[in-house]
C-alpha cells in the first residue's frame, strides 16, 4: 500500500469545490487579498508580462508623458516654443512634438525652448527622458537574461495497458532547438478526500515513473507511472480514476545552455481529464537524408490504441 508523504508546500487543507492547484501555464492557482504593494512589484510585473503588453505599457507611458509635458508648454505659452498658429489643436501637436524631442534628446532644432521657465522644465524633461529610457533598458535586459525553462507539455495525459499494467501518460519536449541537459522530474499526487469527520484533506503521495531523469533530451520525452502495487492509484478501477478529485503535481529541472545554470518548471495534469486507451503519436521521424525531424505540433497527438498494448512508448 502507499504510504502519505508529507505536504510539498501547496497545503492539506481542501473543499468539495477545491480548483486546482497549479494552472496549465504553470502559475499557482492562488488569488491573493490584503496583501501589501511595493513599487519593487512593478518591475517584476514588467519583467513577467508578454511582449505585447510589455511594449503597449512602454507606448502609454510615452504617450502620456509626452502628452502632460505639452499641456504644460500649452499653459505657458507656445509662443515661448514656436509661432502659434491659432488652432489649439495645431499648437497642442507642436507641443507634443517638440516634448517628443526633449525627451529623447533628439533636439531637430525647429523648436527650442525661449526664456529661463522654459528651458528649466524642458531640461527637467530631458532628465526623465534619460531616466526612463535607462530603465526601459533595464528592463529589455532583464526579460532577455532572466532564466526561464522552456519546456511543452502534451495537452493530454493518457491512461493506457503497457508491458501488461495499466499507466498513465503525458510527455514534454523542449519549444527551443537548444539541448535539455539531464532533465530530470518529480511528480505527486494529490488527492482531495473526504475524511471521518467529513472534511475534505489533501493526501500526498509519490508517484513513481519508469524513468524519472535521462541524460539529454533533443526531442520528445514520455513519462510513464505504471499502476501498479506501489501506486496510491491501484486501489481505483479506471471509472473511479476518472472521478478522482486528484492532481498529479510536476517540478522538472534541467540545465540550459542558454543561461548556463539550471533551470526549474511546474506543471499539472487534472485526473478527470485523463483520456483512456489512447496512444500518442511519434512526433519525430527520419527524413531522406537520415536527418532526425521533430513536428512540435504532434507533441499532444494521440489515436485510439488498436494495437499491441505491450508495445513500446
Known amino acids: 500500500m502507499a504510504k502519505t508523504i508529507k505536504d510539498p508546500g501547496v497545503g492539506r487543507s481542501s473543499n468539495k469545490h477545491a480548483k486546482r492547484f497549479i494552472n496549465s501555464d504553470g502559475s499557482f492557482n492562488i488569488k491573493h487579498i490584503n496583501r501589501p504593494s511595493s513599487l519593487s512589484e512593478s518591475y517584476e510585473y514588467l519583467i513577467n508580462i508578454s511582449w505585447s503588453k510589455f511594449f503597449l505599457w512602454v507606448l502609454l507611458g510615452y504617450i502620456l508623458i509626452n502628452t502632460l509635458f505639452a499641456f504644460v508648454y500649452l499653459f505657458l505659452g ?42 528649466v522644465i524642458s531640461s527637467f524633461e530631458a532628465l526623465i527622458g534619460l531616466l526612463s ?16 525553462a522552456n519546456i511543452q507539455f502534451s495537452k493530454s495525459i493518457i491512461l493506457r495497458e503497457y508491458k501488461s499494467v495499466d499507466c498513465i501518460m503525458f510527455r514534454l519536449m523542449s519549444r527551443s532547438a537548444n539541448i535539455m541537459i539531464r532533465p530530470r522530474i518529480e511528480a505527486t499526487l494529490s488527492l482531495s478526500q473526504k475524511g471521518k469527520d467529513k472534511k475534505y484533506i489533501n493526501n500526498f503521495y509519490n508517484l513513481k515513473l519508469e524513468r524519472s531523469s535521462i541524460t539529454y533530451l533533443p526531442t520528445t520525452w514520455t513519462i510513464v507511472h505504471a499502476i501498479d502495487d506501489t501506486s496510491p492509484l491501484k486501489d481505483f478501477d479506471r471509472k473511479e480514476l476518472s472521478q478522482l478529485h486528484g ?5 522538472i529541472s534541467y540545465y540550459d545552455e542558454s543561461f548556463a545554470q539550471e533551470v526549474h518548471q511546474v506543471h499539472s495534469y487534472v485526473l478527470k481529464n485523463v483520456k483512456q486507451d489512447q496512444k500518442f503519436i511519434p512526433a519525430f521521424y527520419y527524413d531522406e537524408d ?17 494495437s499491441d498494448k505491450t508495445s513500446d512508448l
Open 78 to 119: 507656445i509662443s515661448g516654443i514656436t509661432k502659434p498658429t491659432g488652432s489649439i489643436f495645431s499648437d497642442f501637436l507642436n507641443a507634443f512634438f517638440f516634448s517628443a524631442q526633449t525627451i529623447t534628446t533628439v533636439g531637430y532644432g525647429k523648436m527650442a525652448p525661449k526664456g529661463m521657465l522654459l528651458g
Open 290 to 306: 537520415g536527418f532526425t525531424i521533430l513536428d512540435h505540433n504532434k507533441l499532444d497527438k494521440t489515436f485510439v490504441n488498436t
Open 247 to 251: 492532481e498529479v503535481l510536476l517540478l
Open 133 to 148: 529610457f535607462s530603465f526601459v533598458t533595464g528592463l529589455l535586459y532583464g526579460r532577455f537574461s532572466k532564466p526561464k
